[in-house]
């Protein structure tokens, strides 16, 4: 029975460690590696309608755009930079009929929280459940990868799609290139007072960094072999220490992995980045962790309960825009 309207929310995500390992081919000539990010409360959503006719609208509340169409032809002939992420979507449905498509994404733009995989995953699990085509979680991921390979015209990873599928704490391992998750509950991992989220209000690199380090990598190039085998150990012991909940050994390990990405290209930090440190750091923040693949974008900040508040001040009073998450 095909429904009439669905609405779909779905999680972005914070990253803990390993990410770019969850890009193949590196997720599969260092096989076997781990990737470990975290669900959190910023949604993307998805509204979508049939209608009784071939007419098809398509909205984005994040950019004010409306586009409409007499039909799927004309929609999927559409060639405006900012339809073609809705087009490639559209185009691998090929609705029968006309429907009516709004969609929202509350992560700030370029703030490599996953928002465009999290929209995408909203948008795919919207036409799923509104034609009742029933995918598991592992070929959702390999179908919007592709649409998004397709989009930024490069390899990308899929570490991104599994927090909107699945929410909780994801320790997502490679195998030959392909994952493997087991999902956490946060409830049990209890660490929403040590994390503070921050936006730089620059926007992150995203795809064109980690295309940089994919072509160095398969190219041999020593200095991002060495790197990502750093990171690939940081990710390794922090498996191990989400699984005990020894968290005081993040700090640590954060440090290690900021020190690896650096030498895997200077642009991952960026001047806000470092302003953000250090009035994080001189107000009881422990360590940072930059989202994305950098260059700005969001940063969390780990500290303790007690400190948490102070940070969020500090950080806010110097112009950094504080979100407000929890981890779901």
């Known amino acids: 029975m095909i429904k009439n309207e669905v609405l779909v929310q779905s999680p972005t995500r914070i990253d803990f460690a390993g990410g770019t390992l969850d890009c193949w081919p590196i997720n599969a000539l260092m096989s076997p ?9 910023i949604f993307t959503t998805c509204r ?9 609208m398509v909205h984005s509340r994040e950019t004010g755009q409306t586009y409409e169409f007499n039909d799927l032809e004309e929609c999927l002939r559409c060639e405006k930079p900012d339809f073609q ?3 490639e979507h559209i185009d691998y449905w090929k609705p029968q009929s006309g429907f009516n498509l709004s969609a929202q994404s509350d992560s700030p733009m370029g703030g490599g929280l996953g928002g465009s ?5 909203s948008m795919f699990k919207a036409f799923c459940q509104i034609h009742d085509v029933a995918m598991d979680d592992y070929e959702i991921v390999r179908i919007c990868s592709g649409i998004e390979a397709k989009i930024l015209k490069m390899p990308t990873g899929t570490q991104d799609y599994f927090p909107p599928l699945r929410g909780g704490f994801n320790i997502i391992e490679y195998r030959s290139g392909w994952p493997k998750v087991e999902t956490l509950s946060v409830e049990d991992l209890d660490i929403n007072q040590n994390i503070s989220v921050f936006f730089t209000g620059k926007s992150h690199h995203s795809g064109i960094n980690n295309w940089q380090v994919i072509k160095k990598f398969v190219e041999g190039d020593p200095k991002t072999q060495t790197a990502l085998q750093k990171i690939r150990e940081v990710a390794d012991e922090t498996k191990k220490v989400v699984l005990d909940k020894d968290w005081s050994q993040l700090p640590a390990l954060f440090q290690r992995e900021f020190e690896a990405r650096m030498d895997l290209a200077e642009s ?12 994080a750091f001189a107000n009881g923040g422990d360590a940072i962790n930059i989202c994305g693949a950098g260059g700005g974008g969001c940063v969390f900040v780990w500290s303790s309960p007690e400190n948490r508040q102070g940070v969020i001040e500090a950080c806010s009073e110097a112009g950094f ?3 407000d998450v929890e981890l779901v």
Do not use: G, Y
């Not at 979508?48 to 098809?56: A, F, G, N, P, Y």
């Not at 001047?271 to 953000?276: F, G, T, V």
């Open 33 to 41: 590696v781990t990737t470990i990010n975290v669900a959190i409360n």
């Open 85 to 87: 992420f809705f087009r």
């Open 321 to 323: 825009q504080h979100l």
């Open 268 to 279: 991952f930090s960026s001047p806000e980045i470092e302003k953000l440190a250090e009035i």
């Open 117 to 121: 995989s999290s929209l995408s995953i």
């Open 48 to 56: 979508l309608s049939l209608r009784d006719d071939e007419q098809i």
